[in-house]
């Protein structure tokens, strides 16, 4: 079975400043990852996805992650923040082949004006 | 155009009683997903339709959790002597088609609560 771990339950950054937000998955056979985000009080937006081809992956927003399989990462990174960058974001993976996607625990994302 | 939607947008219940939560696709979605999200966790799978069928629905809980779809469109997940760790984001998604490469749209999710 998959999981997905994101190790920083929290993370302040100062704007303007660089960020990466950290994943790990579990599985080794072929695998679909997904960051997604959530701000205040709305529904979850996809920002990116890694389904095969370049390992850097560009999504909305300002935001890329690079798909690592040694390492087993999917890291989000943003070279500059903003003060609406504040959310919280899911890394989500999914077997290919299966429909199930995993969620992370999330990150919760402050912007520190 | 639309979004998708889901209703309530908040329910408080009782322990033991019977809950309907629905969800209404993005018009011409084929597929729809069902996940619940407790307080600090990430969304957790539930149930897959493809059209009017569950294609997956491993992630049901126990036999309580119950979800149809009857015309391909609309969902109802249906919650049977609800207890309290019942309480949670109830959050829908529909995309276009399966497979996974199909980005999913959420909606803003019920947020049910078992007293």
């Known amino acids: 079975a998959q999981s997905v771990t994101q190790l920083d339950s929290q993370v302040p950054v100062f704007e303007e400043a660089p960020v990466e937000l950290r994943c790990n998955y579990s599985?080794?056979?072929?695998?679909?990852l997904f960051w997604y985000v959530q701000y205040p009080n709305q529904g979850l937006q996809l920002l990116l996805k890694?389904?095969?081809?370049?390992?850097l992956v560009k999504g909305i927003n300002g935001f890329e992650a690079e798909f690592n399989k040694s390492q087993t990462s999917f890291h989000l990174r943003k070279p500059s923040v903003h003060i609406s960058d504040t959310a919280e974001y899911f890394c989500?993976?999914?077997?290919?082949?299966?429909?199930?996607?995993?969620f992370g625990t999330g990150t919760r994302l402050t912007i520190i004006p | 155009g639309a979004g998708v939607s889901q209703t309530p947008s908040n329910k408080v219940t009782e322990k033991g009683k019977y809950v309907e939560l629905r969800c209404d696709p993005i018009?011409?979605?084929?597929?729809l997903y069902w996940y619940r999200q407790s307080l600090g966790q990430g969304p957790e799978f539930l149930i897959y339709?493809?059209?009017?069928?569950?294609?997956?629905d491993s992630g049901l809980p126990n036999d309580r959790f119950f979800a149809v779809r009857p015309e391909g469109s609309v969902s109802t997940l249906k919650i049977q002597r609800t207890e309290r760790g019942d309480s949670a984001v109830y959050l829908c998604?529909?995309?276009?088609?399966?497979?996974?490469?199909?980005?999913?749209?959420f909606g803003p999710g019920t947020r049910l609560l078992v007293l």
């Open positions: 339709f493809q059209g009017t069928g569950a294609a997956d």
């Open positions: 998604a529909s995309s276009p088609g399966g497979p996974l490469e199909e980005t999913q749209y």
């Open positions: 890694y389904l095969s081809g370049s390992t």
């Open positions: 599985s080794s056979v072929s695998v679909y």
């Open positions: 018009s011409g979605h084929t597929a």
């Open positions: 989500a993976a999914a077997n290919f082949g299966n429909e199930k996607l995993t």
